[in-house]
């Protein structure tokens, strides 16, 4: 019986999962909308869990779902989804799956939205037109509302200069139309144009047409229309004019560009389908490099036309020359590399010159084919120079007509013998630290001078027996720095009060610079604090511990002769007794706030009472199980018992006293209930995070307990045939036997 009892709580366990299945559903799952508009979408959901809700589909970057999670106990719940789609969004039909979710099944609505274009516009009018050149015309538009609101739009040309539009905005009403118009000028040329309205909403365009037949017409054509050249050359293009009109025409030809352009022949006179030739002579002189743009401007009687050429110079005369350094310091003589290369087109022998005799160089001619490199040194002797700032010249100068030149320029700063070797130390001013203890301060020693610099580093002082700086030798690389530490250990012998240090920094036995450091050396609390004896602190724990509760009584009288005697001795103060207030304050509040927390997780406290009730049903079961002999056994030693029991009652009382009086010194040494009841606290919090892990774990103890203990007996109930069970039988001392 106890076997299948224990079987159907199994059975129970299991189907606690069931009840977090959940149903959800909605009225409405289709609906139509316009850009801009917002569709709202509602679904129910009934159930248990913590539910999480989500969206997917084409619609979803432009849905919202509130709330997107919640917690129920087997109740329900309104959802809303919000589906809002802008004007970038192309009509058509999408869909939008819900998906609720409470970590044991997930189930999904799916929504369709039908997005209408509610924006429509068109536009009709002429697509193409035939004039003479030289006559004005028009084109007309109509532009009609499609949609199904009131509108405004933006009217655009894409064409050529000469059209213009006879407005920018057009506003029309639901269903309406309005003309509008496009004007060419005399000006006109065959070309094609396109027309555009247009809002946040839509767009529609149509693309016309112009054909311009010549009267008084011609082309104009150039043998190239780029020119690449040298500086200090002479390049030549050809134009071509050819008169395509009915009748002899005169042409008048100017150019605006750059002063080393001419023109050989400035006007023409060209019959029908006859061609002449005009010539641009470009000659730039040295130094003049860049893109540069001709427009050349040819004027019949009714027709004036530009055509625009591009030419490029090149610096083909030109060097580069750089020192690597632009600025040094120094204190000795040293030398720094500098370039010269000839990036122009032709092999040039160049000059090199300084502006001061003590910067020499190593050569003061050299010659270069187009991009040769040449790299040399200045030297610089500053050992008989006065201290200060001086600027060094280096020029390179071409041997040729070309004039060309380029110079560099490096500032030297000869410096003194202290800003050759400017140390710094950088620490605080002042440390502390108590006696019997120690501490560190960091100490860093800065290299700001132009020299490679080994340094010796001291400790000097009333506070050096009981501080140490390492290391004592640092070798800094100029504009660098290094950390030392000083370590400070006072002991309890050593006087509370402040000790000086001075940290000193030398290089060859000269002083570069010193620190004075502060130690405040504080009395240790162990020192101060009085000796008072064991017993005295048993009574005093006593004492408080059956007197504090008599602070929390209000409204009672006391004695005057109690009055009296407090008024002799010294009173705590009030702080003491609103620290106490407090203190039983912060019990109240964590008791209630435990079993707030306790009663949100009522439903794994339960589970797990009834596993643990299983498991003292089943270890109890043992104690039944136990044959009468061994019951009577036990009943026949317990006089023996007893009597061996009797002798230990003072044993236990004294283990008892033992007990009381290690809790009472943890309690007054180291505050033992406060840290048990600060551990309960951590591990009720991590027992709330991971309550689902330890109600899983339980489960299956109990069934590895279960399965163990009544393998036998499971075995058994699914056997056909019952086995005869064995009467056991045991001696007692008597000699008896005893059926179990």
Known sequence: M????????????????????????SNEIAKTTCQGNTLLFTANIFGTGNFNLNLDGSASSWSTVVPQGFVLNNNGKTIYVYSTPNH?????????????????????I??????????NLQMNGENSKEICSGVITSYTYQLTNLGNYDETYNLNLKGPNFITLSQDLISLKKGESKNFFAYVNKNSESSSFTISASNQFGTAEITSGLDVNSCYDFTVSADKDFVNFCEHSEESIILTLTN??????????TADGPQWVNIEQQSLILNPQQSGNIKLI???????????????????????KTTTLKTQVNKCNDLFLDIQEKEINLC??????????????????????????????????????????????????????EKGNYDVYIRALALDGSELSKNDVIKINVLDELQCHNTQIVSNNNIKVVQGSSTTLPITIKNNGNEKLIYEISLTGDGSSFTQLN?????????????????SAPSVEVNPGDYNIDVSVSYNNNLLDSKKITINVKQSEFTQKKYIPFLMRIINFFDKLFAEPLKNVTNVEQPENIEVEVEKTEAEPEIENNINVSENANETNFISNLYNQAKSYWLYIIIGIVIVIILIIIFSSEDKDK?????????????????????????RWILGLIIVLGLTYLQMSYNLFNNIKKYLIIGWEYASIYKFYILIALIILLIIILIIKYWGSILEFFEEDEKPKKNNRKKRKDGKNVKS
Do not use: M
Not at 286 to 299: A, E, L, R, S, V
Not at 334 to 348: A, D, I, M, R
């Open 244 to 253: 395509t009109g009915i009748n002899q025409d005169k042409y008048d030809i």
């Open 2 to 25: 106890n076997n299948k009892l224990i079987l159907l709580l199994l059975f129970v366990l299991f189907l606690v999962p069931v009840s977090f299945a959940f149903e959800i559903n």
């Open 332 to 385: 000795n003589n040293v030398q720094t590399p500098f370039l010269l290369k000839n990036t122009g087109s032709f092999e040039k022998e160049f000059r090199l010159e300084t502006s001061e005799q003590w910067a020499l160089l190593d050569n003061y001619q050299v010659k270069l084919k187009p991009n040769d490199e040449f790299a040399s040194n200045i030297q610089f002797n500053v050992n008989n120079l």
């Open 282 to 304: 470009l000659n730039p002189d040295y130094n003049i490099k860049g893109n540069f743009d001709i427009k050349i401007t040819i004027k019949s009687k009714d027709i004036i």
């Open 627 to 651: 044959s009468e002999e061994d019951w009577k056994e036990e009943e026949e030693s317990e006089e023996d018992d007893e009597k061996d029991e009797k002798p230990l009652k003072i044993g």
């Open 471 to 487: 290391p004592s030798i640092v070798e800094l690389n100029p504009d660098s720095s290094e950390t030392i530490y000083l370590y």
């Open 88 to 108: 970038n969004v192309v009509p058509g039909i999408y869909s939008l799956n819900l998906v609720a979710s409470n970590q044991q099944e997930t189930k999904t």
């Open 110 to 119: 799916p929504f369709k939205i039908n997005v209408e274009n509610c924006h």
